[in-house]
């Protein structure tokens, strides 16, 4: 299995310009902070390099004239400014364009020419917090070095002279080579690298510029920078490396993985160690979970038939195992959704610049943890319902202040986990959603009826119908095509719900509720026929009991009265023709999906069954009753059924039948 | 391997195929696409699903189509016997590789068709659509049948905005 080497850099280069983001949006709130400086100077850094060596050109060039840019801010020639952090925001843009292949040269070029600009303004004031950490890191009169590349540091593409080459133009350099490693002829690899070096640079430089130069191979390396002339002072403070100029002396270990952590790229690793895993390796995974669980099932009736205690010991051990594997192989799959959230920083940047709002964005709960596959289809609501707070929810900073509030907007997002659900609410301090023009453009539309009494619910319900905005006029943000309508249809299709508050003049909240994941259900397993099907439970109301003297008296109407209100009726038997006769007690399940409800008849409840849910086949993309599949206990397979369709289909035969009868 | 309408012959080898016999006829598969040769087992019909593919089955933990050819060739459908067996393949289809089972009513063998002896299917003398085949085979006095599979799952395939309507 062959990978495209630059599909890996693609990644790569979508985290780095991630966390670049992040680090240029942090440093706008707090401009002297060096920290972030240098962070965002890394990462600009590595993206140059790598993009270089998998042949990004126009990237690295463009990075480059970035990175020179922080380089300067770095080093406090140029003070750190909200134009200039601006300028790199959208520069960044630009780059995830340059890696996708989609960038505009024009448009590379007009960000330059800001940047040169907004350099220009910011250049040659004095920028009291960078200026004194450019001289704080130990800049000294010089340097000695002993270093070893890490033996495939040339098959890895790195070349040893060009490293060389980066230390000469530090300063003035003695290189020696150390060449007692090289192996005798016949034991020499050669593409590894078995020579070492012992250099000493003078001049005005600091121990950062020297690291940067081992950017991508210092995590393997072995290296020991001490200044020179002073006491002897190790890249870290591990005791035992005190080599002499000419010493000729390993670093520790220790030593050089320390030194690698402070590197960009392990950046990430700062919050727990990370594996990247494609998707469909680990559904590949899940798929012998699975199999691992019905086989062990299967063992399970064996052992529990024969009479050998020490079979059932095993099998019992193989029972617990696989079930703990199931449960851990569930919580791969989930991502805090501090993934999420980070994203809407920007967005919040970026509408506050449209808007000319003060706006502030508030997060929480962000360590709670959801399902990859719902929290990247959660991103596109989530824009959605926050550009309409903003956009229409948020006042202009005058009309806040005149109404007695802060002159800055505050968006809260925030999620929790409330059992088998995560609940997201979103919450602005604006205005309130304006009932009166809801309600007028609802009647203008024909929605409802000049003065039709309404609740507060269902009124505020109506900025989901399709077609409905409540937008006097249609403004950059919000007239993009999509309405509360597509929202509320993603939701659902999450299996989520959605729920609107508002109170005038002080703002609206929308909570949305979602599954932790998509990957398992809590079903019904029923029988119809001698098929087994699964009912979702969310879905189900309650089961009642359909005695066959019942059944056919009520042959040609298909409804009950269930507390007074009918409800129409589906004999699954009929609708999946399954040519069997049915059971003598029959069940019921009133299953239902917002206002609607159904009954579903079947022949018998199996019980509660939990679901791992799998989809259909390409070729069943015609069947629209069925939501997915799984696998039950003894290997065979069972359709879950689709609740809405299910409920759309029920809908105009009873009518059908009533208008008829 | 790529499924191209023309097979892909070479010169020195021909063709690799997985031969099969179903209702009567001689198929063949190309043997790269084969993954697996499963023995009958428990099949979960799909209401409402096109009698081409009328079933699921569990492959190692996936759900796999079951496909029947047999209607869309004109044959009888058949009791299974103890030589029946489903032969899963991989298929691209809509640009992803697509695990789907075939019913067999017994498999032959692996072997090697050549290009001088295949013809385009004729325009009468067979009782199936034409374009149903990719070209049929001469074969120690036999007739192989190379089916386009790709052609033949394209219906079911296609986006379908009008559902396939339950009973």
Same mark, same amino acid.
């Given at each position: ?661 | ?110 072997? %090697?068709?050549? +290009? !001088? /002896?295949?013809?385009?299917? $004729? ?6 659509? =034409?374009?149903?085949? #990719?070209?049929? %085979?001469?074969? +120690? !006095? /036999?007739?192989?049948?190379? $089916? ?6 394209? =219906?079911?395939?296609? #986006? ?8």
């Amino acid at each position: 299995m062959s990978e495209d080497p630059t599909a890996a850099f693609r990644i790569e280069a979508g985290e780095l310009l991630e966390q670049v983001e992040q680090g240029l949006l942090d440093l706008r709130d707090r401009l002297g902070d060096l920290g972030l400086v240098n962070a965002v100077f890394r990462g600009l850094h590595t993206l140059k390099g790598s993009g270089a060596m998998f042949g990004f050109d126009a990237l690295a060039g463009f990075t480059h004239h970035c990175e020179t840019a922080f380089d300067r801010v770095r080093k406090g020639d140029v003070r750190a400014t909200p134009e200039l952090v601006d300028v790199i925001l959208s520069a960044g843009d630009h780059m995830r364009a340059l890696v996708d292949g989609a960038a505009s040269p024009a448009e590379g070029q007009a960000i330059l020419d800001r940047l040169a600009a907004a350099v220009d303004a910011a250049a040659g004031v004095d920028a009291p917090g960078a200026a004194a950490a450019a001289v704080a890191p130990a800049a000294t009169q010089g340097w000695t070095l002993t270093f070893t590349l890490p033996p495939d540091a040339m098959a890895n593409g790195t070349n040893p002279l060009a490293l060389l080459d980066e230390l000469r133009e530090l300063g003035e350099a003695t290189i020696v080579a150390r060449t007692d490693a090289i192996p005798t002829l016949d034991e020499l690899v050669p593409n590894h690298c078995f020579v070492g070096w012992d250099c000493t640079l003078i001049g005005d430089i600091t121990r950062d510029a020297i690291e940067d130069v081992f950017l991508f191979v210092m995590d393997d390396m072995e290296i020991t920078i001490a200044p020179l002339a002073s006491q002897v002072e190790a890249i870290d403070p591990a005791p035992e490396a005190a080599p002499g100029p000419a010493a000729d002396v390993v670093a520790p270990p220790v030593a050089a993985n320390d030194a690698g952590n402070r590197q960009p790229a392990a950046a990430a690793r700062a919050q727990g160690e990370h594996v990247r895993v494609p998707a469909e390796r680990l559904d590949a995974l899940m798929d012998r979970v699975g199999e691992l669980v019905i086989a062990q099932s299967r063992l399970s009736q064996l052992a529990g038939h024969g009479q050998d205690l020490a079979l059932r010991s095993v099998s019992e051990e193989i029972e617990r195992l696989a079930g703990e594997m199931r449960d851990t192989m569930m919580v791969l799959r989930m991502v805090p959704v501090s993934t999420l959230f980070g994203r809407f920083r920007r967005l919040i940047h970026d509408l506050a610049i449209e808007t000319g709002k003060s706006i502030e964005l508030v997060t929480e709960g962000e360590t709670t943890e959801v399902d990859k596959t719902v929290i990247e289809r959660l991103f596109d609501p989530l824009v959605h319902i926050i550009r309409n707070s903003c956009d229409h929810g948020l006042e202009t900073a005058g009309d806040r202040i005149a109404a007695g509030k802060p002159g800055t907007g505050l968006i809260r997002l925030s999620a929790h986990q409330a059992g088998g659900e995560v609940l997201i609410t979103i919450t602005d301090d604006g205005r309130g959603i304006a009932r009166d023009r809801i309600r007028a453009k609802a009647e203008a539309n024909g929605l409802i009826t000049p003065g039709q009494p309404m609740s507060d619910d269902e009124l505020l319900g109506l900025i989901f119908h399709p077609g409905f905005s409540t937008a006097a006029q249609v403004t950059n943000l919000s007239g993009r095509g999509v309405g509360m309508d597509v929202v509320k249809r993603t939701i659902e299709s999450l299996r989520g719900s959605i729920v609107v508050k508002s109170v005038d003049g002080a703002g609206s909240t929308i909570t949305l509720r979602i599954p932790l994941t998509l990957a398992i259900i809590e079903g019904l397993l029923v029988r119809v026929g001698e098929g087994r099907y699964v009912i979702p439970l969310s879905a189900v109301e309650e089961c009642l009991e359909l005695s066959l003297e019942e059944d056919l008296r009520s042959r040609g109407r298909s409804i009950i009265t269930l507390r007074e209100r009918l409800i129409p009726f589906l004999r699954l038997r009929e609708v999946f023709d399954t040519g069997t006769r049915p059971d003598t007690y029959q069940k019921i399940v009133v299953v239902g999906t917002g206002a609607e409800r159904v009954g579903l008849v079947v022949d018998q409840i199996i019980g509660n069954h939990q679901t791992v849910i799998k989809a259909m086949s390409p070729l069943h993309r015609g069947v629209a009753s069925f939501a997915g599949a799984t696998i039950l206990g003894d290997g065979s397979v069972a359709l879950i059924l689709d609740i809405a369709q299910l409920v759309a289909l029920g809908q105009p035969r009873e009518e059908r039948r009533l208008a008829a009868g | 391997m790529p499924y191209s309408k023309i097979p892909n012959w070479t010169p020195e080898r021909g063709l690799e195929v997985l031969t099969f016999g179903l209702g009567g006829e001689t198929f063949a598969l190309e043997a790269g696409i084969v993954q697996e040769i499963l023995d009958v087992q428990p099949i979960t019909r799909v209401p409402g699903a096109d009698p081409l593919a009328a079933a699921v089955i569990n492959f190692r933990g996936r759900i796999v189509p079951l496909a029947d050819l047999r209607g869309s060739f004109g044959m009888e459908a058949h009791a299974t016997t103890a030589d029946s067996r489903i032969i899963v393949i991989e298929l691209e289809l809509d640009g992803d590789p697509t695990l789907i089972g075939l019913a067999a009513d017994r498999v032959n063998e692996v072997t %090697v068709l050549h +290009a !001088g /002896d295949a013809e385009e299917a $004729p325009v009468i003398g067979i009782r199936w659509p =034409r374009e149903h085949v #990719r070209c049929l %085979v001469r074969r +120690a !006095g /036999d007739v192989v049948v190379l $089916p386009d599979l790709p052609h033949l799952f394209a =219906r079911l395939t296609g #986006r379908a905005d009008d559902p396939v309507t339950l009973h």
